[in-house]
Structures are given as structure tokens and as C-alpha cells.
């Protein structure tokens, strides 16, 4: 590291309890992807069935990943996540790549595909023309990205109480499609899909994504040791019935076939049962969740950048910290632009929501990969821990599963160039992220030599 450890004045406090970590988790995991990508879904599936599948085996596959970090979170209790775990199981390489590829790809990646989604049902409100979602998406990004140089916070009660919306507005959606009749022009008929089921659950796993950031709660955990892992487990569990419930909506309200069409699946639905009125006020509901989705991820980014610059010289820039407003400025700025310039590049493809995630799911499957093996470094070092909490019960083959799914991720994640239908449109993009990634090997190179 370029500077000397400084004494902290002080420490996060425990004040989250079981309920309160449970609702933060479902908060991180449920937001716009859900309303966005069971098209992308349906796209690459070849039935109803295996639709559904799709979604269930994402609930596995996080659930398995919710354990390993579940045992990760009871060794190292502290506020630094996957940051924390690959600095001590990899060294300070692998974390410095980490937190480059988090600056640059999945983090501003991240931003910039909820920031489309946004533009996606705002333009279902008011078009702004043949560009609308990228132009609402830059406009949200600026915007709040001003929002938190002024130093105006988001509060816990504003949080919940869209989250809480949101919630209520999937579960009514949900019922409505289940419990009403059809209208005689829905369900129609399934068509062709696209057959690729690693694609299909490249999007499905990316609706999940989220879940991982209750590792940086750790530290703000009561009995963390212990209760992490009821958080991160019953987080899951609920996230992953609530998507089963609305899938099936989906599938009730527009078949597979409608579902596969559906530029804004879940406008559609409602306008089936509501009419124009219904679908506006859930766009409504969905763009204001989107901002506070994006809102969210522009604060705890930029703090995160921070700290990626107090840490290494070479970033020295980021690490500033303005006094007027008490904010990052220099790392919201920073941040920001680069999100814009994603935006940017998104905007010239066909879908600049399919974009980002092409963008950035290899990179983010690269540090999921690392930082599952982590817990074998851990078991092998026979620390002890987590010998007064929590232990992954059916280790190594639970991890194990974890991690070959991840590997199966990453290889399907860069196949995506060789795919007939999306390749074309985003393969050039998955080899941009690839390369961004890569690019802090020397950059760590020169961090080191400038100590």
C-alpha cells in the first residue's frame, strides 16, 4: 500500500439486526431487472418449462453463493466484502484488481445498465426521440451524480419506502395476471427460442445480482458470526419467490412468445389488465426505482473508489475528500464520466441494457470465482475464524458447486461473442471489459514501483 496505516477515529457500530439485514438484502437484489430481462430470458429459452427453470436454478446458484459467503462473512466480520477477502486470500494484487475492475466495469457497467433499464420505462412515458433511453439514462446519471456532490443523501425512510413500493406494485402485478381473466389476445403462441440456456442464465443471474454487497454489512451486523448467514439465506429465499410469482404472471399474461417480444414486459402486462393509465403509473413506479436504485449505486461507488485511492498513490486523486457537502467529489466525478462514456457506447447497439450486462458479466464472474476459492485458502490456513460461527455445512462440494457454476458463467459469459443472435451486437463489448480488466495488471505494476 502507498501509505502507512492511520488510526481510525472511528469504527462502525452493530446496529442491524436479522429483519433489518434481511430487508437490505432484498433491497440490493430487487430492482429493475426484473421488469427488464425475463424478455432476454424468454429469448434463449426453448419452453415455458424451461423458462421457469431457468429462474428456480438461479435461487440454487445464489443460495449456494449466499453459504460460501455466509462462512467468508463469519471468518472476516469487517466492512470491505469481496475487497477484504481476496487481500487476504490473494494478496493485495488480486484486491487492487478488484477494486480497478469495479471502478471501471462492473460497478459503472452495473450503473450504466440500471440507468438504461430507467430509460427504457421513461421513454413508455414520454419518447425523447430514436436515442430516448440512452438520452433519459445520461440524464438520470448526471443528475443524481450532482445530487451527491451537493452532498443531499438519500434517507433509510425513502429507501424503504420504494422498495416497500416496489414490492407491492410486483406482488398486485403478479395477482392481477394470475387471478383475472385473460384478455382473448394474450398468451400468444411460443414461437422459436434461442436455445442458448447459458445466455439465458447469464440475464437470470444478473437479475439475482446484489446479493453479494450484504458482505460489506458485516461489520454493521449484530453477532455478524452468527446471524450473517440467516441474512444472506432468507434474503434469497424471499427475492427468489418473489421472481418465481412474477415469471409466472409474465407467462399467464403474454405466453413466452409475448414475453420474448416485450421491449417492457412488465408495461405490457399491466396495459393488458389496466389499460394505458395502469401501465404509465407502474412505468412510474419503476423509473422512480430505478433512480433510487442508481442513486444508490453512485454513493456506495464512489466511497469505494475513494478508498481504492487513499489506498494506492498511483489513485491519489480519488482519495480526496470535500468538506463542502462531505463527499467524494472527485470520485463521483470521475464515476460519473466513465458511466456516460459507457452510456455512450451503449447507445449504438440494439439494446443498451444487453449491452452493460455483456459489458460486465465476464469481469464481475472473474472476482465471484476468486472470491468463492477464497474459502478453500481459508480451510487450508486452518484459521479459526470461524470456529464461534458459522460453518458452510457440505463443504468443499457445496463450494464446489458454487464454484463450477461460476466458471460455467464466466465461459458462457465470453462465449456471448460466438452467440448468432446477441454476439453480433455486444461481442465487441465483452472483449472491452475483458481488456479494461486487464489493463490493471501494469497499472498495478506502476502502483508498486511508485511506493
Request: glycine letters at 12%.
Amino acid at each position: 500500500m502507498d501509505r502507512d496505516p492511520q488510526p481510525l477515529a472511528s469504527q462502525p457500530r452493530t446496529l442491524l439486526s436479522v429483519p433489518d439485514g434481511i430487508f437490505l438484502v432484498v433491497g440490493m437484489v430487487l430492482g429493475v431487472g426484473i421488469f427488464k430481462l425475463p424478455s432476454l430470458v424468454a429469448g434463449n429459452t426453448g419452453s415455458a418449462t424451461q423458462f421457469m427453470l431457468a429462474w428456480l436454478l438461479g435461487g440454487a446458484v445464489s443460495l449456494c453463493g449466499a453459504l460460501v459467503y455466509a462462512e467468508l462473512s463469519a471468518r472476516h466480520p469487517e466492512t470491505g466484502g469481496e475487497y477484504a477477502f481476496l487481500t487476504r486470500g490473494f494478496g493485495r494484487g488480486a484486491a487492487f484488481l478488484f477494486a480497478w475492475s469495479r471502478m471501471t466495469v462492473i460497478q459503472t457497467g452495473a450503473i450504466a445498465a440500471v440507468a438504461f433499464a430507467f430509460g427504457d420505462y421513461a421513454s413508455e412515458i414520454l419518447r425523447l426521440g430514436e436515442k430516448s433511453s440512452a438520452i433519459y439514462a445520461a440524464l438520470g446519471v448526471v443528475a443524481l451524480t450532482l445530487l451527491n456532490l451537493a452532498g443531499t443523501l438519500p434517507t433509510k425512510t425513502l429507501q424503504k419506502a420504494m422498495e416497500i413500493a416496489l414490492i407491492a406494485a410486483l406482488v398486485a402485478l403478479a395477482l392481477a395476471a394470475l387471478l383475472l381473466p385473460a384478455p382473448a389476445s394474450a398468451a400468444p403462441a411460443e414461437g422459436a427460442g434461442g436455445g442458448a440456456f447459458g445466455l439465458a442464465m447469464i440475464f437470470v443471474l444478473f437479475t439475482f445480482g446484489g446479493w453479494n454487497e450484504a458482505a460489506y454489512l458485516a461489520g454493521e451486523v449484530r453477532d455478524a458470526r452468527r446471524n450473517m448467514m440467516r441474512i444472506l439465506v432468507w434474503g434469497i429465499v424471499a427475492v427468489t419467490a418473489l421472481y418465481l410469482l412474477v415469471n409466472l404472471a409474465y407467462l399467464a399474461a403474454l405466453g413466452l412468445g409475448g414475453v420474448r417480444e416485450s421491449k417492457a414486459v412488465a408495461a405490457d402486462v399491466m396495459r393488458r389488465f389496466a389499460g394505458d393509465r395502469g401501465a404509465g403509473l407502474l412505468a412510474v413506479i419503476i423509473c422512480v426505482s430505478a433512480l433510487t436504485t442508481i442513486n444508490a449505486a453512485i454513493f456506495t461507488g464512489a466511497r469505494t473508489n475513494f478508498a481504492f485511492g487513499r489506498d494506492f498513490r498511483l489513485f491519489g486523486l480519488l482519495g480526496t475528500w470535500r468538506e463542502a457537502g462531505s463527499t467524494p467529489a472527485n470520485a463521483l466525478v470521475v464515476q460519473g464520466a466513465i458511466t456516460l462514456a459507457l452510456i455512450g457506447a451503449g447507445s449504438v447497439t440494439p439494446d443498451g441494457f444487453g449491452a452493460m450486462v455483456a459489458y460486465t458479466a465476464p469481469v464481475f464472474w472473474t472476482f465471484f470465482l476468486l472470491t468463492g476459492a477464497t474459502l478453500f485458502l481459508f480451510r487450508a490456513r486452518d484459521d479459526r475464524g470461524a470456529a464461534d460461527g458459522f460453518r458452510l455445512p457440505g463443504h468443499p462440494w457445496v463450494t464446489l458447486a458454487f464454484l463450477g457454476m461460476c466458471a460455467y458463467m464466466l465461459w458462457s459469459s465470453i462465449d456471448y461473442v460466438r452467440n448468432p443472435v446477441f454476439g453480433p451486437k455486444f461481442g465487441d463489448l465483452v472483449l472491452a471489459g475483458l481488456v479494461v480488466m486487464a489493463a490493471g495488471i501494469p497499472l498495478y505494476a506502476l502502483a508498486g514501483r511508485r511506493r
